[in-house]
């Protein structure tokens, strides 16, 4: 069964529709599944993730959880949704108990009755349980949320860019958090504009300008990139990318790390075979152009190559 | 725990932290009964006037000594000639000028009547009219003593030429007044902001998306404000009789009910407000803006409401506060009865239902 | 290598009882890019606002461009650029308007400005959109521009708060192209920012937490000393103490 359907939803905002956030999105996530909205800001994840929260309502198109319609069925929906919104919504001047009892109030529940399911989440938060939640770090905080969005054990987690404004160590932790979830049949829909987070995900969908880019597993999209790749690095980074650009072969050059990703114009068809003289030739150029330290390797895309392939090619 | 039991926990729990909230919640309705008590109600005392006395006689002497000695007035100036006020008036240094008739006693004696004019400052017309007020009463009462003592039934006139002159208000007519604001004040502007406050934080969002009912947020957030606003009321009708001596010769049980009618009105208000602003700021703008000023100039609060124009009569009449303005004042200090208010009273019920449908149908469930 | 254009010896804030900046202590050279790393609420924001002369120092020294922040902020703020990630340029005015005032505030003439808007329009490819509002303009080409206009009176240093938060991968580069292009000339930028990978494009990194500096190196030096493959695993190994 399909936990989560999206139909060519549609979604503009401003006079006459001058923004248009979402332009004919269709997906769907199996159950079970944790799926990622991959996007820069402005891309339309957060519209997108509100229409399934039935927070808004889309211009066109359908979209269903767990069968049930998004906009006809929304009272019944919202009862077996979690969501955790963009920023961090709890009260800032409630401790971290009250907030978590009062959500489960909401929904009808008790912290007991669901406690298996955060309890791994809670016992990091149980020190400070008397502690307001505005005193929080950002992971704590996240932490927090996450447990108050989950306390009535929802059938779909929504969750948008919960790693904004978390330091690398809890965003790791997040994640990690999101994949023993997973062991309870909790399908997670997750925003974030991080491109390397795609590969914690199940499957995910490349969103920019309200269009999916691209939408299949990591490695699946990895594998569709279809240009030779090289990582190339000198000592002079800034002119070994615009030196890079001006050979004849290239196609685009960007910076990644501390390699300079080169993509050739030429297809990936039967390039294995052409790959050692391509990198000798270009260990040449380079020289040639008084570069030190060169290091020249194959590249394997990744997938913020693939986004930025196909938002160029746009 | 009970969704609505919790809602309501919570939200005593934000009032109670929110140092600011319990500042404006009791400390501001504290304030203004004691501000708007004494700055409104404080009597006039030595308010610098023009004399113009070209007769300078006995009585005219007389009646400028009687003037100057009842402690409201101070002489300022004493002008040969009425073309000499204008320039007095435009410094500013004068609130009031006498101007007798350059034959006053004589007019007096022979006629049994003479013409005094009063010219005030109109450019302060509250001022105005009391200390003209306070001069009137003061030369009814030297007229009325010359009656008594002459043999003759001689008569002074008294002109004013002030077309702004309404009965001059007792010191506990303000005491209603401010209790109207207050409730409209609390029960208004804080609902409003207290749930703007959840869309501007983002928790509105999260509640949205949860099987609350619309219905049961609002509940949620009014109730805690409708009992604070209830004691505001007791504090303000307390310092009201105790502070200014302010009578209820009315019904107490009747007072509270209206005051209950009354907030329920406002709150409806407030969660009117509530839907159309996003953040606190608009909520605070809205409500002063839509609320607060109206029912401060046009309930006939501060000013009376026979002088203003017709049409701004009319729209006080739209203004809730202008109806509890009446039921308030009726109860405490005429002590009537719901007999004498049921139509003030319905008006509010009505007031209270189409905003309540109103506010209903545009709170949304979703963003 | 060249003078020091910024020198800090002992650069603390404290607000209340907290201390968000702890006695940092750095230099950067003429031309450097130099990055601020550190988690939301390390510091980076507070350090550099104390540079910009936004932000009066609790203690400590801290010399911009040869003068000195806690004496004469107003001197400082004429010689730097500074560009952040909320606020940048004003939304309801045009490009053509955001760059005239900016210029104005600096005191170019309207011959310069004028000149400057032309060349710095061609460079960014904006030139069907200058009378636009800048709200109408996708957040990418934002940044850009609010770099240009940051630069316009030709600061030799630029700050630069999380300049490329949310932006897309693709004009995250492009913008990089910009930082490196302005290096090239000469001019130093301070750049914090979150994403680890962009630590790789900058000449020396320091990782903040809680308002120290913990290190302070080249990236490819840092990786050594932490034997690690990546400044993700730098920042992870330095947070967890």
Known sequence: MQAIVVEQITKSYGAKGAVKALDGISLSVAKGELFGIIGPDGAGKTSLLRILATLILPDAGEAYLQNLHVVRDYKRLRSLLGYMPGRFSLYQDLSVQENLSFFAAVFGTRIEDNYDLIKDIYVQLEPFKNRRAGALSGGMKQKLALCCALIHKPEVLLLDEPGTGVDPVSRKEFWDMLQRLKSWGITILVSTPNMDEAELCDRVALLHNGRILAMDTPAGIRGSYERPLFAVRSDEMYRLIQDLRQWPGAYSCYAFGEYAHLALQQSLQGFDTQADSVMAELQQYLESRHHTGIEVLRAEPGVEDCFIASTKDR | ?367 | MEAHVIFTDKLTKTFGSFTAVDQISFSVAAGEIFGFLGANGAGKTTALRMLSGLLKPTSGIAMVAGVDVMRHPEQVKRRIGYMSQKFSLYEDLTIRENIRFYGGIYGLSVQTIREKTKKLVDKLELGAHVDELVLRLPLGWRQKLALSVAMLHEPRIVFLDEPTSGVDPLTRRQFWDLIYEAAADGVTLMVTTHYMEEAEYCNRVSMMVDGKIEALDTPGQLKKTYNATSMDEVFRKLARG
């Open chain 2, 1 to 367: 725990m009970n969704r609505f039991t919790a809602f309501i926990i919570k939200e005593f729990r934000h009032i109670l932290r929110d140092r600011r909230t319990l500042l404006i919640l009791f400390g501001m309705p504290m304030a203004q009964v004691l501000l708007f008590g004494f700055v409104l109600t404080n009597e006039i005392k030595n308010a610098a006037i023009a004399i113009v006395d070209p007769s300078k006689d006995a009585q005219s002497t007389a009646l400028i000594q009687k003037l100057a000695s009842s402690g409201y007035f101070r002489i300022e100036k004493n002008l040969e000639a009425a073309s000499q006020l204008d320039p007095a008036f435009k410094e500013g240094k004068i609130k009031l000028a006498v101007v007798f008739p350059p034959d006053f006693a004589r007019q007096l004696d022979h006629d049994g009547s003479a013409p005094i004019q009063l010219l005030g400052d109109a450019s302060d017309p509250n001022t105005a009219t009391t200390l003209i007020n306070y001069a009137a009463n003061i030369i009814q009462d030297f007229s009325a003593q010359r009656k008594a003592e002459a043999v003759l039934p001689y008569q002074i006139e008294v002109q004013t030429h002030m077309l702004y002159n309404p009965e001059l208000k007792a010191v506990y007519s303000f005491v209603p007044g401010v209790m109207t604001l207050i409730l409209m004040l609390i029960s208004a502007m804080m609902t409003s902001i207290t749930i703007a406050k959840e869309k501007e934080m983002g928790t509105m969002e999260v509640l949205l998306a949860s099987p609350l009912k619309p219905i049961q947020i609002i509940l949620g957030k009014t109730a805690p404000y409708l009992v604070l606003s209830f004691i505001n009321a007791i504090i303000v009708v307390l310092i009201g009789v105790f502070i200014f001596g302010m009578p209820i010769r009315g019904s107490i049980l009747l007072l509270g009910l209206e005051s209950a009618l009354y907030m329920f009105v406002a709150l409806s208000l407030g969660i009117l407000i509530s839907t159309r602003a996003a953040t606190q700021q608009a909520a605070l703008f809205m409500s002063a803006l839509g609320l607060l000023m109206p029912t401060m100039l046009l309930s006939g609060f501060i000013f009376p409401r026979e002088s203003m124009p017709y049409v701004l009569q009319v729209l006080g009449n739209i203004i809730p506060a202008t109806w509890f303005n009446q039921i308030i004042k009726g109860v405490m200090i005429k002590g009537a009865g719901i007999e004498v208010l049921w139509f003030q009273t319905c008006v509010l019920g009505v007031m209270a239902l189409v905003f309540v449908v109103l506010s209903m149908r545009n709170f949304k469930d979703r963003l």
